[in-house]
Structure formats: C-alpha cells, structure tokens
Nanobody, 127 residues
Framework: QVQLVESGGGLVQAGGSLRLSCAASGRTFSRYNMGWFRQAPGKEREFVAAIVRSAIYMYYADSVKGRFTISRDNAKNTVFLQMNSLKPEDTAVYYC????????????????????WGQGTQVTVSS
C-alpha cells in the first residue's frame, strides 16, 4: 500500500511558476513509476508527465513540453513537477499517481493502469 500526498498548488499569474510535490509513504517508492495527471472542470483527466523508477526516462504531454519538468528523489520518497511559464489553460487539479508495472521505453500507460493516486492539489493560473 502506498499513500500519496500532493502539495504546492495555488494561485499564480500567467507566466509564473509553481513546484508541485508528491510525498509517498512506505519504503518501496523506488519500485514505482510515477506520473502526474490533471483534470480541469468539465474535462477528462489527462496525462501531464511521468518518470520511471530510475529517473532515466521522463515523458511529457505535448502541451507542457519545454515548460514542465518532472523529477524524483527516491531517498525522500518524493516526486516533483516544476511548472514554468504557466498558462490559464494549465488550471486544473493536479494528481500524482504510482504504477508498479513495467513500462516499455517511450511508452507510458493510461491512467487506469496506475495503482495509487493522491487526493490532488489545485493549480489556478490567472490571465
């Protein structure tokens, strides 16, 4: 069992930055591939970024490439999402998720494949 707790959300002006954190409980954090997803009002949950266990590979949605950076610290059981050059369309609840499955290179699973989810943190970008 893994519990995930996100933090770092808030209100920011367009062009600003936020850094989200997701702290995981337990001693097996390094066994999980981690992902960030987001869900805006009235929209489906969408993939944002993911990072494999070893942090060798990172994956991003086209909409955030060049602006967001995912990273992890396995010693601190934490995954991060650095968000720069934020846009109003980035407004959403952001969720982190953990997946114990294996990933092929250049492939990330759908949201339904993830085993554990956090409760989410709200990010609001004003224009």
């Amino acid at each position: 069992q893994v519990q995930l707790v996100e933090s770092g959300g808030g209100l920011v002006q367009a062009g600003g930055s936020l850094r989200l954190s997701c702290a995981a409980s337990g001693r097996t954090f390094s066994r999980y591939n981690m992902g960030w997803f987001r869900q805006a009002p009235g929209k489906e949950r969408e993939f944002v970024a993911a990072i494999v266990r070893s942090a060798i590979y990172m994956y991003y949605a086209d909409s955030v490439k060049g602006r967001f950076t995912i990273s992890r610290d396995n010693a601190k059981n934490t995954v991060f999402l650095q968000m720069n050059s934020l846009k109003p369309e980035d407004t959403a609840v952001y969720y982190c998720a953990a997946d114990s499955g294996g990933w092929a290179v250049n492939t990330t699973p759908p949201a339904t494949a993830y085993d554990y989810w956090g409760q989410g943190t709200q990010v609001t970008v004003s224009s």
